[in-house]
T-cell receptor
Framework: DSGVTQTPKHLITATGQRVTLRCSPR?????VYWYQQSLDQGLQFLIQ???????AKGNILERFSAQQFPDLHSELNLSSLELGDSALYFC????????????FGPGTRLTVT | DQQVKQNSPSLSVQEGRISILNCDYT??????FLWYKKYPAEGPTFLIS???IKDKNEDGRFTVFLNKSAKHLSLHIVPSQPGDSAVYFC???????????WGAGTKLIIKP
């Protein structure tokens, strides 16, 4: 158990809808990262927050947004969902803003029908 | 354009033998490489890493080798154990910006 929790574990929704994925980092970790893993692909970095502020942005679509709250949990919002958004979404955390060693949650599997 | 490639989707190895997982990369500016291990229904867990200034790093049964001229990275597990059965991801970092670029993973199966 990495100490990172993600909810929900599974989510099935229709095209055009909006969903929110939630992540609670390990106790004491200030940095949260979001990744997308499509079928049989590597993880794609989406966005990173550090202590409430956006730290780095990767290949995140404009339809997607994220935030980190004062209690350090983070939410990833996905809107106008398309079939291609079906994927595993992982959250990871680390103590500092810049760390190669990130601790991953179990992921949220999103299926868009 | 895949900058980090793991060309073997799966690998089967006998328990007790050596497992060798390979990773190739295209960008010579990568300066740090990592291996993560992933079990089903869990997120990846950090295994071992290597800086581009080194050519080998060892941690117990796990050794990572880096060949910069060939742009090739390998992970050796010896001896292989049943608990090593998992998907292994190679990842690389560019210019110390801590954003990781990941390979597609290799599924390692350890046969008893």
């Amino acid at each position: 158990d990495s100490g990172v929790t993600q909810t929900p574990k599974h989510l099935i929704t229709a095209t055009g809808q909006r969903v929110t994925l939630r992540c609670s980092p390990r106790s004491g970790d200030l940095s949260v990262y979001w990744y997308q893993q499509s079928l049989d692909q590597g993880l794609q970095f989406l966005i990173q927050y550090y202590n409430g502020e956006e730290r780095a942005k990767g290949n995140i679509l404009e339809r997607f947004s994220a935030q980190q709250f004062p209690d350090l949990h983070s939410e990833l919002n996905l809107s106008s969902l398309e079939l291609g958004d079906s994927a595993l979404y992982f959250c990871a955390s680390s103590v500092v803003s810049d760390s190669y060693e990130q601790y991953f949650g179990p992921g949220t599997r999103l299926t868009v029908t | 354009d895949q900058q980090v490639k793991q060309n073997s989707p799966s690998l089967s190895v006998q328990e007790g033998r050596i497992s060798i997982l390979n990773c190739d990369y295209t960008n010579s500016m990568f300066d740090y490489f990592l291996w993560y291990k992933k079990y089903p229904a869990e997120g990846p867990t950090f295994l071992i890493s290597i800086s581009s200034i080194k050519d080998k790093n060892e941690d117990g049964r796990f050794t990572v080798f880096l060949n910069k001229s060939a742009k090739h990275l390998s992970l050796h597990i010896v001896p292989s154990q049943p608990g090593d059965s998992a998907v292994y991801f190679c990842a690389a970092s560019l210019d110390s910006n801590y954003q990781l670029i990941w390979g597609a993973g290799t599924k390692l199966i350890i046969k008893p």
